[in-house]
C-alpha cells in the first residue's frame, strides 16, 4: 500500500519561508510525476507543483517564482520549498503521485494526514 508523509508545515509571518517534505513508502517515486496539492475547508483541493519524471516542473500561477518543487529518489522523497509565503498560501499541503505530466489528477485515492501551513502577522 502506498503511503504519503508530509512534514515542515507550521505558522509562520507573511514573508517567511518553510520547506515540506513528503515521504513515500510502497512505491518508487521515480516512476511518476510527483505533486503538492492545497486544499482549505470548503474548497477543493489544487494542485500547486508538479515535477517530472525526467526533466520539467510546473507551478499554480499564483505561487511561480516563489515556491520550487524538488526530489530525492534515492530517499523517495518530494520536497516543497516555499518562499516569500502570503496569507492566501495557509491552506493543508498534501502529496500525490498524478498520472501524467501533462494531468493534475492524483494518482492515488489514499492521501496523507498532510501538513498545515498557517501564514499570519
Known amino acids: 500500500q502506498v503511503q504519503f508523509v508530509e512534514s515542515g508545515g507550521g505558522l509562520v509571518q507573511p514573508g517567511d519561508s518553510l520547506r515540506l517534505s513528503c515521504a513515500v513508502s510502497?512505491?518508487?517515486?521515480?516512476?511518476?510525476?510527483m505533486g503538492w496539492y492545497r486544499q482549505v475547508p470548503g474548497k477543493q483541493r489544487e494542485l500547486v507543483a508538479k515535477?517530472?519524471?525526467?526533466?520539467?516542473?510546473n507551478y499554480l500561477d499564483s505561487v511561480k517564482d516563489r515556491f520550487t518543487i524538488s526530489r530525492d529518489n534515492a530517499k523517495n522523497t518530494v520536497y516543497l520549498q516555499m518562499n516569500s509565503l502570503k496569507p492566501e498560501d495557509t491552506a493543508v499541503y498534501y502529496c500525490?503521485?498524478?498520472?501524467?505530466?501533462?494531468?493534475?489528477?492524483?494518482?492515488?485515492?489514499?492521501w496523507g494526514q498532510g501538513t498545515q501551513v498557517t501564514v499570519s502577522s
Open positions: 500525490n503521485a498524478l498520472w501524467s505530466y501533462s494531468d493534475s489528477a492524483a494518482r492515488y485515492i489514499n
Open positions: 515535477i517530472a519524471s525526467g526533466i520539467g516542473t
Open positions: 510502497g512505491t518508487a517515486i521515480s516512476l511518476y510525476t
